[in-house]
C-alpha cells in the first residue's frame, strides 16, 4: 500500500492518504484536432450526430475589421470533412447549433450583413433593423447551405439559444431591442420599453422548415433582459435562461424573488402560461454563460460569479466562493474585487429549490463557457481558469474540461488544455457513447481547437490529464465551520483519509477504506474530532 503524505489544513494539523495500487483505465485524448488560417479565432458552439461526427462552429476576425464564422464537421477521427465559412460585409456573429431528425444543421446567430447567404426561398429575405436574427440549413454531406432567412424587427436583434421538439419545430431564444419584432400567440406581445431604450428576451417558434413563425413573444421586465439559451421538457415546456437587469422580471414560484443578474424561467408548450421563473445569484457579479436541460425537465446553469454569498447546497463539491477576497484588480490598481469563480446549479424541475449548487474552483479567476449533460445526469463544464490549485493539478492558463456527478458532490474527470488564449470562446457535447467533445482555442494568436475524450487504457495526448496520486490544499483554508479536501487518484483502489494534530494524534478518519475511482475526489471535513468536538488547531474562522 502506497502512502501520501498530506497538507498542512492550519499550522497543527496534517492529512495522510493512503491508497492500495491497482490498475484501472484513465480519461485518453482520442483526437486533437487544429483548425488554423484564421484571424483571432476560437470553437464557439458544438454538436455531434449518432455516428461519431463533430460539427463546429468556429468564430474569426474576416479582413482584421468584421466578426466572421464558420462551420465544420469532423468526422469520428477528427480528421475535416468540410469547412462552410460565413463573411458578409458587417458583423456575422454565429451562436449555437442544433442537429435535426434528417441530419440537417440548424445555426442560429446574428448579422448586420446585408449580404449574408440568404436562399431565395426565405421567410425574410431582408435585413431590416441594424442586427437581424438569421437560421441556417446546412447539408450535413458537404455544408452547403440549404436555407437561410433573417427574421427580426427595426433595431436590434440577436439569436442565441436554439432547440427542437420531436415534431421537427424550431426554438429560438435571444434578444431584441426592436419595437416591432414580429408576435404571434404572444405571452408578451409589446416590449416593456418602447423607444429602443431596453432590450427583452424574445422566445420564437418557427415551423420545420422555417417559412412561417407558430409562436412568437416578447418576454422581460423594464430594463435591459438577454435569452441566451432554451431547452424542452418532455412535455414540451419551454425553459429559458439568461440575464437581466430588470428589478420587475417577471418572477413566480421563485428559489429567489430578489432582483438579480441571472434569470431562469418555464413556459407552457403552448408559450400562454408562466409555470415558473425565478431570479438567481448572489451580492457581487454573476454572470449565466450557458445552460442545458435534461429528460427530466431540470435546468443546469453554468455561470461565473464573484458573490460569497451565491446559494449552494450542502454536500455540493465546492460549497463556499474560494476565489481570493478582493484579490483580483483591474488596469487600476486600486479597483480590488472578488476573483471570479465558476458555479454549476442544477434546478429543481419545478424551480421552487435546488437540486444542488457548487462553485468549482480555484483562488484565482476562472470562468464557465459552456454546459452539457449526459444521460446518467452528469454535468460536464467547459471553460477556463487560470488558477494553480483549481481541482486537478492544472497547468498555467488553460481551457479546463470537467465531469460532475449526478449530485454535484465530486468530479468525474479533468482535463486541461494550455493556451494562450485560454478566456476566449470554448463549448462543450456529449455523444450518445458518452464521450465529451470539446472546443476552443490553442496556440497564439487563437486558433480553433476541437478534441474528443474518452476513457482508454491510457493517458494520449492532451498537454495534461489527470494522473497523479495528489494530496491537494484544503480549501478555505483557514476554515470555518467546514473545509473541502480534495485529492486525485492515478488508480482505482481502497482509500483512507485521516486527520492528524501535529504531535500525530489521530483526530478523526474522513475516509475508511473506501474504493474510489481513479481521478478527482474531494472530501469535506466539519472540523470535528472523532468525538464530535472542534479540533482546536483547525477553528481558524475563514470569511
Same mark, same amino acid.
Given at each position: 500500500?502506497?502512502?501520501?503524505?498530506?497538507?498542512?489544513?492550519?499550522?497543527?494539523?496534517?492529512?495522510?492518504?493512503?491508497?492500495?495500487?491497482?490498475?484501472?483505465?484513465? $480519461?485518453?485524448?482520442?483526437?486533437?484536432?487544429?483548425?488554423?488560417?484564421?484571424f483571432?479565432?476560437?470553437?464557439?458552439?458544438?454538436?455531434?450526430?449518432?455516428?461519431?461526427?463533430?460539427? &463546429?462552429?468556429?468564430?474569426?476576425?474576416?479582413?482584421?475589421?468584421?466578426?466572421?464564422?464558420?462551420?465544420?464537421?469532423?468526422? $469520428?477521427?477528427? /480528421?475535416?470533412?468540410?469547412? %462552410?465559412?460565413?463573411?458578409?460585409d *458587417?458583423?456575422?456573429?454565429?451562436?449555437?447549433?442544433?442537429?435535426?431528425?434528417?441530419?440537417?444543421?440548424?445555426?442560429?446567430?446574428?448579422t448586420?450583413?446585408?449580404?449574408?447567404?440568404?436562399? +431565395?426561398?426565405?421567410?425574410?429575405?431582408?435585413?431590416?433593423?441594424?442586427?437581424?436574427?438569421?437560421?441556417?440549413?446546412?447539408?450535413?454531406?458537404?455544408?452547403?447551405?440549404?436555407?437561410?432567412?433573417?427574421?427580426?424587427?427595426?433595431?436590434?436583434?440577436?439569436?442565441?439559444g436554439?432547440?427542437?421538439?420531436?415534431?421537427?419545430d424550431?426554438?429560438?431564444?435571444?434578444? %431584441?431591442?426592436?419595437?416591432? @419584432?414580429?408576435t404571434?400567440?404572444?405571452?408578451?406581445?409589446?416590449?416593456?420599453a418602447?423607444?429602443?431604450?431596453?432590450?427583452?428576451?424574445?422566445?420564437?417558434?418557427?415551423?420545420?422548415?422555417?417559412?412561417?413563425?407558430?409562436?412568437?413573444?416578447? @418576454?422581460?421586465?423594464?430594463? /435591459?433582459?438577454?435569452?441566451?439559451?432554451?431547452?424542452?421538457?418532455?412535455?414540451?415546456?419551454?425553459?429559458?435562461?439568461?440575464?437581466?437587469?430588470?428589478?420587475?422580471?417577471?418572477?413566480?414560484?421563485?428559489?429567489?424573488?430578489?432582483?438579480?443578474?441571472?434569470?431562469?424561467?418555464k413556459?407552457?408548450?403552448?408559450?400562454?402560461?408562466?409555470?415558473?421563473?425565478?431570479?438567481?445569484?448572489? *451580492?457581487?457579479?454573476? =454572470?449565466l454563460?450557458?445552460?442545458?436541460?435534461?429528460?427530466?425537465?431540470?435546468?443546469?446553469?453554468?455561470?461565473?460569479?464573484?458573490?460569497?454569498?451565491? +446559494?449552494?447546497?450542502?454536500?455540493?463539491?465546492? !460549497?463556499?466562493?474560494?476565489?481570493?477576497?478582493n484579490?483580483?484588480?483591474?488596469?487600476?490598481?486600486?479597483?480590488?474585487?472578488?476573483?471570479?469563480?465558476?458555479?454549476?446549479?442544477?434546478?429543481?424541475?419545478?424551480?421552487?429549490?435546488?437540486a444542488?449548487s457548487?462553485?468549482?474552483?480555484?483562488? !484565482?479567476?476562472?470562468?464557465?463557457?459552456?454546459?452539457?449533460?449526459?444521460?446518467?445526469? =452528469?454535468?460536464?463544464?467547459?471553460?477556463?481558469?487560470?488558477?494553480?490549485?483549481?481541482?486537478?493539478?492544472?497547468?498555467?492558463?488553460?481551457?479546463?474540461?470537467?465531469?460532475?456527478?449526478?449530485? *454535484?458532490? !465530486?468530479?468525474?474527470?479533468?482535463v486541461f488544455?494550455?493556451?494562450?488564449?485560454?478566456?476566449?470562446?470554448?463549448?462543450?457535447a456529449?455523444?450518445?457513447?458518452?464521450?465529451?467533445?470539446?472546443?476552443?482555442?490553442?496556440?497564439?494568436?487563437?486558433?480553433?481547437?476541437?478534441?474528443?475524450?474518452? %476513457?482508454?487504457?491510457?493517458?494520449?495526448?492532451?498537454?495534461d490529464?489527470?494522473?497523479?496520486?495528489?494530496?491537494?490544499?484544503?480549501? +478555505?483554508?483557514?476554515?470555518?465551520?467546514?473545509? =473541502?479536501?480534495?485529492?486525485?487518484?492515478?488508480? %482505482?483502489?481502497?482509500?483512507?483519509?485521516? &486527520?492528524?494534530?501535529?504531535?500525530? =494524534?489521530?483526530?478523526?478518519?474522513?475516509?475508511?477504506?473506501?474504493?474510489?475511482?481513479?481521478? +478527482?475526489?474531494?472530501?469535506?471535513w466539519?472540523?470535528l474530532?472523532? /468525538?464530535?468536538?472542534?479540533?482546536?488547531s483547525?477553528?481558524?474562522?475563514?470569511?
Amino acid at each position: 500500500m502506497r502512502t501520501v503524505t498530506g497538507l498542512p489544513l492550519l499550522a497543527a494539523a496534517c492529512l495522510v492518504l493512503a491508497m492500495a495500487s491497482s490498475a484501472a483505465a484513465m $480519461p485518453s485524448v482520442d483526437y486533437e484536432t487544429v483548425l488554423d488560417g484564421y484571424f483571432l479565432s476560437a470553437g464557439k458552439g458544438l454538436t455531434t450526430d449518432e455516428a461519431g461526427n463533430a460539427f &463546429v462552429i468556429g468564430r474569426y476576425i474576416g479582413d482584421s475589421t468584421h466578426n466572421d464564422f464558420l462551420v465544420a464537421k469532423l468526422d $469520428p477521427q477528427g /480528421d475535416v470533412l468540410w469547412t %462552410t465559412e460565413v463573411a458578409g460585409d *458587417g458583423h456575422d456573429v454565429a451562436e449555437d447549433l442544433v442537429l435535426d431528425a434528417s441530419g440537417r444543421l440548424l445555426v442560429t446567430g446574428w448579422t448586420a450583413s446585408e449580404d449574408f447567404p440568404i436562399t +431565395p426561398d426565405a421567410m425574410d429575405a431582408t435585413l431590416t433593423g441594424f442586427r437581424d436574427v438569421f437560421l441556417l440549413m446546412l447539408s450535413p454531406v458537404d455544408g452547403s447551405i440549404l436555407y437561410g432567412t433573417f427574421f427580426g424587427g427595426d433595431y436590434t436583434d440577436e439569436g442565441h439559444g436554439i432547440a427542437l421538439n420531436d415534431a421537427g419545430d424550431i426554438y429560438i431564444v435571444g434578444t %431584441t431591442g426592436s419595437t416591432d @419584432f414580429p408576435t404571434v400567440n404572444a405571452y408578451q406581445n409589446e416590449p416593456n420599453a418602447p423607444l429602443y431604450i431596453y432590450t427583452d428576451v424574445f422566445i420564437t417558434v418557427l415551423a420545420p422548415n422555417a417559412k412561417a413563425i407558430l409562436y412568437s413573444t416578447y @418576454f422581460g421586465g423594464f430594463e /435591459d433582459d438577454t435569452g441566451l439559451r432554451i431547452g424542452l421538457d418532455a412535455a414540451g415546456n419551454m425553459i429559458i435562461a439568461g440575464g437581466t437587469n430588470s428589478d420587475d422580471f417577471p418572477v413566480l414560484d421563485a428559489v429567489s424573488s430578489t432582483p438579480n443578474e441571472i434569470f431562469v424561467s418555464k413556459l407552457s408548450a403552448d408559450g400562454s402560461t408562466l409555470l415558473y421563473s425565478t431570479y438567481f445569484g448572489g *451580492g457581487d457579479r454573476d =454572470r449565466l454563460m450557458s445552460m442545458a436541460v435534461d429528460d427530466g425537465g431540470h435546468a443546469y446553469l453554468a455561470g461565473t460569479t464573484r458573490s460569497i454569498d451565491l +446559494p449552494t447546497t450542502p454536500g455540493a463539491f465546492q !460549497e463556499y466562493l474560494i476565489g481570493e477576497i478582493n484579490g483580483c484588480q483591474t488596469y487600476v490598481p486600486v479597483d480590488f474585487f472578488n476573483c471570479d469563480d465558476t458555479f454549476v446549479t442544477k434546478m429543481a424541475t419545478d424551480g421552487t429549490g435546488l437540486a444542488y449548487s457548487t462553485f468549482v474552483a480555484g483562488t !484565482e479567476i476562472e470562468e464557465a463557457r459552456d454546459i452539457a449533460v449526459d444521460a446518467l445526469g =452528469r454535468a460536464h463544464v467547459v471553460g477556463w481558469t487560470g488558477s494553480s490549485d483549481f481541482p486537478g493539478e492544472p497547468l498555467d492558463v488553460s481551457v479546463v474540461l470537467y465531469q460532475l456527478d449526478a449530485n *454535484g458532490a !465530486e468530479l468525474g474527470y479533468t482535463v486541461f488544455k494550455e493556451s494562450g488564449s485560454a478566456n476566449a470562446d470554448a463549448a462543450v457535447a456529449v455523444g450518445t457513447s458518452g464521450d465529451a467533445y470539446m472546443t476552443g482555442s490553442a496556440n497564439v494568436p487563437a486558433d480553433i481547437y476541437v478534441a474528443k475524450i474518452s %476513457t482508454g487504457e491510457e493517458y494520449t495526448g492532451v498537454d495534461d490529464v489527470v494522473e497523479r496520486m495528489v494530496l491537494h490544499q484544503n480549501s +478555505p483554508n483557514p476554515f470555518n465551520p467546514t473545509t =473541502r479536501i480534495a485529492f486525485s487518484l492515478a488508480e %482505482t483502489g481502497p482509500v483512507n483519509l485521516s &486527520v492528524y494534530s501535529a504531535s500525530g =494524534r489521530l483526530v478523526r478518519v474522513l475516509i475508511a477504506n473506501e474504493e474510489r475511482t481513479h481521478g +478527482p475526489h474531494s472530501v469535506v471535513w466539519d472540523g470535528l474530532d472523532a /468525538d464530535g468536538n472542534a479540533a482546536a488547531s483547525c477553528a481558524t474562522p475563514a470569511h
